[in-house]
C-alpha cells in the first residue's frame, strides 16, 4: 500500500471534529476550520505524498491554475510555503520541505500518518549525520596519509643527499618519527617527541622539511 493511501484511507475513516478535539487544538474562529478541512478534502480528492524513505513531496493536482492557487493560498494561511508550478494539462500546488509536510499532515488530522513520517525523518537525519561524520573522519584520515606519504619522501631525499645527522636535532627526531610511521597524525608526533611540543610546532617543523627538499629538488633538477 502506497503512503498516499494509507495517509488517504486515514482520514476517511477519522472525523475531523473528534480529531481536533482529541489533541485540544479547536479553533473558535471558524474561518481557520474551514480551510484546514478544505485542504483535507483537497488531499483525500486530488492529493499525493510520497514515500519518506524515499522523498518528501506533497502535492495537490489541480484542474485549473485558479485552483491550485486557492489551495497554495491557504496553506499560506498557516504560514506553509507551497509552491505551484504547471504539469502537462494540470496545475500542481506542492510542498518539499519535511517539517511543512508534517505541518500538513497534522492540519489535515492524519496522526497516525504523522508519527510514520516523523519516525522515517527522524531516522534519515540520524542516517545522514553518521555519514557526513564517516565521510568527514575518511576524508581526514585520506589527508593524514597523504601528507605522509610526501613526508616520508622528502625525509628520504634528505637523508639520501644530506643525511638525518646534517639536521638540527628537532627536526631529526621529528624526521625520525615520521619514517617511522608514516601515518601518524602531526599531533601524534608532536606527542611522541622527546620533549613533547604543540601541533602547530610539529607542522611547523615538517614545513621546514618541506622546504628543505624542494630546495634539494631545485638543485638536482638545475
Known sequence: ??????????????????????????????????????????????????????????????????????????????????????????YVAYLKDASQISDVLNLMGAVDALMEFENVRILKEVSEKVNRRVNCETANIQRT?????????????????????????????????????PNASLQELAENLSEPIGKSGANHRMRKLSQMAAALRENIEG
Open 145 to 181: 596519509v597523504s601528507a605522509g606519504i610526501r613526508q616520508v619522501e622528502d625525509i628520504e631525499l634528505i637523508a639520501r643527499i644530506k643525511g638525518l645527522d646534517s639536521l638540527d636535532p628537532g627536526l631529526r627526531e621529528i624526521a625520525e618519527l615520521r619514517l617511522h610511521d
Open 1 to 90: 500500500m502506497s503512503f498516499s493511501k494509507t495517509v488517504k484511507d486515514e482520514l476517511k475513516k477519522k472525523d475531523f471534529t473528534a480529531y481536533e478535539k482529541a489533541i485540544k487544538i479547536y479553533n473558535s474562529e471558524s474561518k481557520n476550520r474551514i480551510i484546514r478541512n478544505k485542504i483535507r478534502s483537497a488531499f483525500i480528492n486530488s492529493g499525493s505524498i510520497t514515500d519518506p524513505n524515499k522523498d518528501y513531496h506533497l502535492e495537490f493536482v489541480c484542474g485549473t491554475e485558479a485552483q491550485a492557487a486557492s489551495i497554495q493560498t491557504d496553506l499560506h494561511t498557516f504560514g506553509l510555503d507551497a509552491k505551484c508550478m504547471e504539469r502537462g494539462r494540470h
